[in-house]
């Protein structure tokens, strides 16, 4: 019965946008208001600047902080060609964070590059490693990293151990096969023991990009509870392009909170703003690709925003981040860290900031 009235409320909020779109009044509350800046310290160290609504150039960091963001997350490569963001890049940009008050999230993709549904390729380092190699290479590299973060007072306050982990991490050994999760379980074990070894207050997270399929999200979270690991937050990536309605992202939240009892964080979302494309590497999500009939303009990106939250918070989720708003196109800022110089961003109409790096004055993250 339950599931049946949540669907209904689920149908009726989609069916009145307005009513998403206007401020909600729930009970529940997001406290945690996020922003990926993973590639906002290349951009600014090839000379980005970057404008609050007023048209002042300003800190992109302290723009963010008026929009009401409070949460940065930091994605960590174990050794990336062009050196963004290995262990030192991402040190660096910790002490910014902290510096200017934001709560730090850090991504462990346990990879050299980009780690999601499709891909999972392990750090060349650990190219051959055995399973019980691989549990010790994730809780040292876990551990080392974490201990670094803490050492210069910037212990992070989340991590996620491994990236849109849907079927496994650091494949072939980690995948999931013949819904055999004990291989995963147990690197996702040294993931958390790690964690909790270097600072015991640190929230970790499992990430997976299930927020399209409730039944998929079971499938992979009732897995690994099943093997026993242990987590603090259920975190789900959802751009509406891929992973359906917002009646759907309802009913998958509210099914993740209840069943497992864990907090719920949306870990990334975006919207675009525009259907051009600013340099020759084509946009990741071609701006013909529209949600809910909203308009790829700034006050369609902020709109879907909005609902995205407003649609989290109603199901009780307790945060939403932005994945990459800050990564407008720069040269040499590119998609590849094989070929950051050579390659363009795929990101560039999905940011919350234009070609000439002024914000989307509609966009706020709200509590």
């Known amino acids: 019965m339950k599931l049946s009235?949540?669907?209904l409320v689920a149908a009726v909020v989609l069916a009145a946008p307005l009513a998403l779109a206007a401020p909600a009044h729930a009970a529940n509350t997001l406290t945690m208001l996020g922003a990926d800046v993973s590639s906002l310290q290349r951009s600014l160290d090839l000379g980005a600047r970057y404008y609050a609504a007023s048209g002042a150039q300003a800190d992109p960091y302290d723009i963010l902080r008026s929009k009401g963001a409070n949460y940065l997350r930091l994605r960590v490569w174990n050794s990336p060609a062009s050196g963004y963001n290995n262990k030192a890049k991402v040190l660096q940009q910790a002490r910014t964070i902290k510096a200017k008050g934001f709560k730090l999230l850090i991504d462990f993709h346990y990879s050299d590059t980009w780690a999601d549904p499709g891909k999972q390729y392990p750090p060349a380092a650990w190219a051959g490693h055995s399973l019980s190699q691989l549990q010790s290479d994730v809780y040292n590299y876990t551990y080392d990293v974490c201990t670094a973060l803490k050492a210069q007072g910037t212990t992070p306050d989340s991590v996620q151990i491994g990236n849109e982990i849907n079927v496994g991490m650091l494949w072939p050994t980690g995948k999931v096969v013949n819904n055999n999760f004990a291989p995963l379980a147990s690197?996702?074990?040294?993931?958390?023991?790690a964690t909790k070894a270097c600072n015991g207050g640190t929230q970790v997270w499992i990430h997976t990009a299930d927020a399209d399929s409730d039944a998929n999200a079971r499938w992979f979270y009732d897995g690994i509870r099943a093997q026993g690991v242990t987590w603090d937050v259920t975190a789900l990536s959802y751009y509406c392009m891929w992973h359906g309605t917002l009646a759907n992202l309802y009913n998958v939240i509210a099914d993740m909170k209840a069943r497992y009892g864990k907090p719920v964080v949306i870990a990334e979302t975006a919207y675009q703003f525009t259907t051009a494309d600013a340099d020759g590497t084509p946009n990741s999500i071609p701006g013909s690709t529209l949600c809910e009939n909203i308009p790829a303009t700034w006050a369609g990106q902020a709109q879907q925003f909005s609902w995205v939250q407003n649609t989290a918070r109603n199901a009780g989720?307790?945060?939403?981040?932005?994945?990459e708003p800050t990564w407008y196109a720069i040269r040499g800022n590119g998609w590849d860290p094989a070929d950051i110089n050579g390659t363009g961003d795929g990101w560039d109409n999905m940011a919350v900031f234009d070609w000439t790096g002024h914000v989307n004055p509609n966009l706020f993250w709200t509590s």
């Open 5 to 7: 009235i949540r669907a």
């Open 187 to 193: 690197l996702l074990k040294q993931g958390y023991n």
């Open 317 to 323: 989720a307790v945060g939403v981040f932005y994945w």
